[in-house]
Nanobody
């Protein structure tokens, strides 16, 4: 399984971006797919996950109400819609996939993308 992120860029505070995570090799609904981010000098942190088997979503408190994760199984793609962006959202965003919800949330996913940069200016 190969994960490829896209959609990052530079935006002003209050703006929006939609990130995409396209999976080749197949990540069906049997996989949990999540997003993490890492800002310079900081540890990687969990952002959101779309649980396997259609069991819904889970978000970090820091982005709850502003970000929405969704998936299109027909396209093997997971999206992260980011609204009301803040400068503190600036980071390299990664997607990850695993057959375990817990492993994905804990950053122990089997598969990782290379990341896409999001920069939010004030």
């Amino acid at each position: 399984v190969q994960l490829i992120e896209s959609g990052g860029g530079s935006v002003q505070a209050g703006g929006s971006l939609r990130l995409s995570c396209a999976a080749s090799g197949g990540t069906s609904s049997g996989y949990a797919v999540g997003w993490f981010r890492q800002a310079p000098g900081k540890e990687r942190e969990f952002v959101a996950v779309f649980r396997r088997g259609g069991r819904g979503t889970y978000y970090a408190d820091s982005i709850k109400g502003r970000f929405t994760i969704s998936r299109d199984n027909a396209k093997n793609t997971v999206y992260l819609q980011m609204n009301s962006l803040k400068p503190e959202d600036t980071a390299l965003y990664y997607c990850t996939a695993s057959t375990s919800d817990i492993s994905t949330i804990k950053g122990l996913g089997d598969y990782w993308g290379q990341g896409t940069q999001v920069t939010v200016s004030s």
